[in-house]
């Protein structure tokens, strides 16, 4: 069951992951990211009635061991391995108590904990984890809160599935009545961190460096880069397991960098000194994907007298100005905007002078990956309706001033507000340009397109700037006050997930543009 599961997911991978960055570049330009299920949708959770429910024992089985499962062309290997220091069922409890400790009373039981790691939500397991909870003490308890492996282990790391490495954490969460023994509330482990989006399968797409040789060795540093990516993914697919429970409890904002903090970036503790440039404000490209019988239709409009790129640099400003200082200097924007990617991921050819005067430039640039690069207008529509798309691909690349070359680098992405992954929104109709011109923006297009691309610019730098480690103004990000589970269900149809902490050597994995067909999310 577990393969046929995650055959299916690899499949919608296919089609939803991107290709490496061209020209090397994937060795500082990187965005990690949570798996995106594209259709395939978590189910939702079965939430019961809690009055009753005064005194809870919890127990956790998902942490003895860590299952590593290479696919190779004619069938998959796998190993399992001792992670019992992880301490991982103590940091369940821990998380569960420290969340639910204002609802239930907690009671410790002991019980088997390898009983309870072996025992599986399918038919030929049926009736074993009744028995295991029929030889515990219920006297003094209303309800047992149960974490057990959804598939053979609670945690795998798969590697060679169309050549993604994967960290999969995926348990069932269940509220058990401690004397009917019947199931008052269940839940599947789940992540989540755009507000409006909906949840995703918890797993996590790692670098090569993880990837599984045929003898399925992990070195012991990527064994404890596993446990602290595991200790990180635990943290969030709680709160959001506990979340889709409704117990009704307050909960940290989904999302929220409390709960995946940016990582720390060695690599930017020496920048004091910065310029910033961007250079993604000169046009706008237009784009309609073709169909049958005809060919995609791209046109690019000059927006320079937007005055884009100067809003950009000042928003920066205003976000980095307590930590660091901000310098002028002379840069060609003309000529940033048509070249500075990085070769073989060394040296920076990026069209700005080398200076003494500041420690590093700090750049924005297009994300010439996409197929809207900068700023751009994606329709499309059928014999029901039609759509256009605003999205803003580009990159904040940090790059040495003295040397010129690459810091670090980072897709631009959307802050926890936003249901969306990435700088994307739709705009009305009314800005698409009659399909005789499309080189001519309708009267009135102008101040609608600026203003909702300057909303994602200014969202997106924000959250992208912190996730690549530099210090913000206070204030900057205000964190949301935490929330009560019991809000409604988002009803709004899941988009490519955020990226959140990972290491630097990730490989680059960048959201996808907008659909071909269908209506913008």
């Not at 949570?34 to 005194?55: C, E, L, N």
């Not at 269940?186 to 003898?215: A, C, N």
């Not at 989904?254 to 910065?274: F, R």
Request: net charge negative; charged share 20%.
């Amino acid at each position: 069951m577990k393969r046929l599961i995650v055959a299916a997911l690899a499949a919608l991978l296919a089609f939803t992951l991107p290709a490496p960055a061209r020209g090397g570049g994937g060795h500082y330009v990187y965005i990690p990211i949570y798996i995106p299920t594209g259709p395939a949708m978590v189910p939702g959770a079965d939430v019961g009635g809690y009055d009753k429910i005064h005194k809870v024992a919890i127990l956790s089985g998902i942490g003895t061991k860590l299952e590593l499962e290479k696919w190779n062309f004619l069938a998959p290997q796998d190993r399992d391995v001792d992670i019992a220091a992880w301490q991982v069922d103590e940091t369940v409890t821990a998380t569960l108590k420290k969340y639910l400790g204002g609802k239930f009373t907690f009671v410790d039981l002991p019980y088997d904990r390898a009983k309870l790691a072996a025992f599986r939500p399918t038919m030929w397991h049926a009736g074993e984890l009744t028995g295991l909870l029929k030889t515990l003490p219920n006297a003094d308890v209303d309800a047992f809160l149960v974490v057990y492996p959804q598939v053979e282990s609670g945690i795998q790391l798969e590697s060679g599935h169309f050549n993604q490495n994967v960290l999969w954490v995926r348990y069932v969460m269940e509220l058990i009545d401690s004397h009917t023994y019947k199931t008052i509330a269940s839940s599947t482990s789940r992540y989540q961190i755009h507000e409006g989006g909906m949840p995703e399968f918890p797993g996590r797409v790692l670098g090569d460096e993880f990837k599984l040789d045929d003898k399925l060795t992990v070195s012991p540093e990527n064994l404890e880069k596993l446990r602290a990516l595991t200790d990180a993914m635990l943290e969030v697919t709680l709160t959001e397991t506990v979340r889709s429970l409704q117990f009704g409890v307050a909960l940290p904002p989904v999302g929220d960098h409390s709960l995946l903090p940016a990582p720390p970036v060695k690599s930017t503790e020496g920048v004091k000194t910065i310029a910033i440039a961007s250079a993604i404000g000169d046009r706008l490209l237009l784009h309609v994907p073709g169909g049958t019988f005809t060919k995609d239709t791209d046109v690019k409009i000059p927006i320079a007298d937007w005055g884009l790129d100067a809003d950009v640099e000042a928003a920066i400003r205003g976000l980095l100005s307590k930590d660091y200082a901000v310098k002028d200097v002379p840069v060609d924007r003309a000529a940033l905007a048509q070249k500075w990617w990085v070769m073989n991921g060394k040296e920076a050819t990026v069209a700005v002078p080398q200076t003494q005067d500041v420690d590093a430039y700090l750049l924005v640039v297009k994300d010439e990956r996409k197929i809207l690069s900068g700023l751009g207008l994606w329709h499309d529509g059928n014999w029901v309706s039609d759509w256009t798309y605003l999205a803003a691909n580009y990159l904040v690349l940090l790059v040495d001033a003295h040397t010129l070359k690459p810091i670090i680098g980072r897709v631009a992405v959307m802050s926890s507000k936003s249901a969306s992954g990435f700088p994307s929104e739709k705009l009305p109709n009314g800005v698409w340009p009659n399909a005789k011109s499309l080189d001519t923006l309708p009267p009135g297009a102008k101040p609608v397109i600026r203003d909702a691309a300057m909303h994602l610019l200014k969202d997106s730098l924000g959250e992208t700037l912190y996730q690549m480690g530099m210090k913000l103004e206070d204030g900057a990000m205000p964190d949301a006050v935490p929330a009560p589970d019991t809000a409604a269900t988002p009803q709004a149809p899941g988009a490519a997930t955020a990226p959140q902490a990972q290491p630097e050597s990730a490989p680059p994995q960048a959201p996808q543009t907008p659909p071909a067909a269908g209506p913008a999310q």
